[in-house]
């Protein structure tokens, strides 16, 4: 079955860059776009990139662009999501997201809180 | 960017009340539109897709539909593991935005 498990919870200083991995098994890693959704406390939802895990092609929301890289390593079915320059507006859960029917997230990681502290 | 307005906020009903969820996109989406639900403390859900296809294993109460830009949720009959919070997105063109989300409550 599909399963996409991401990395624990971090905590980071303000200015920090914190890195959050999202291992998918259960299926062809190259044959599906990774999305990455972050949703901050009682907020809703934000989209924030997409991967293309077969030619590693991205594409950024523009409120993080120059904070954000999407990067995946085949040899573990790994996409990863590093946010540079954090501030306490980043804390949130990070959602992984499968891209499915043409891009709607049809499969979701666990999420990962990243709380941002000084 | 396309963005997404969704209605109303919060909504509360009853068990066995027939809800109905609205987003409108600020232009043309064709039916590249998604419905999720989302429950504390858990990732989304996918209910729907291209506006109107349930999603496998998502009970029948939930439909989907669409007039233009407008895309409606509707679940025929509130059962108490509704309760949620609703979320639309499109996925026509990058950024992939979603819609502010609807809370259902229990009145």
């Known amino acids: 079955q599909v399963q996409l498990v991401q990395s624990g919870a971090e905590v980071k200083k303000p200015g920090a860059s914190v890195k959050v991995s999202c291992k998918a098994s259960g299926y062809t890693f190259t044959t599906y776009y990774m999305h990455w959704v972050r949703q901050a406390p009682g907020q809703g939802l934000d989209w924030m990139g997409v991967?293309?895990?077969?030619?590693?092609?991205?594409t950024y929301a523009q409120k993080f662009q120059g904070r954000v890289t999407m990067t995946r390593e085949t040899s573990t079915s790994t996409v990863y999501m590093e946010l540079s320059s954090l501030r306490s507006e980043d804390t949130a859960v990070y959602y992984c997201a499968r891209a499915d029917y043409g891009g709607s997230g049809r499969y979701w990681g666990q999420g990962t809180l990243v709380t941002v502290s000084s | 960017d396309i963005q997404m307005t969704q209605s109303p906020s919060t909504l509360s009903a009853s068990i066995g009340d027939r809800v109905t969820i609205t987003c409108r996109a600020s232009q043309s989406i064709s039916s590249w539109l998604a419905w999720y639900q989302q429950k504390p403390g858990k990732a989304p859900k996918l209910l729907m897709y291209k506006a109107s296809s349930l999603e496998s294993g998502v009970p029948l109460r939930f439909s989907g539909s669409e007039s233009g830009t407008e895309f409606t949720l509707t679940i025929s009959s509130l059962q108490p593991d509704d309760f949620a919070t609703y979320y639309c997105?499109?996925?026509?063109?990058?950024?992939?935005?979603f819609g502010q989300g609807t809370k259902l409550e229990i009145k």
């Open positions: 997105q499109h996925y026509s063109t990058y950024p992939y935005t």
């Open positions: 991967i293309n895990p077969s030619g590693d092609s991205t």
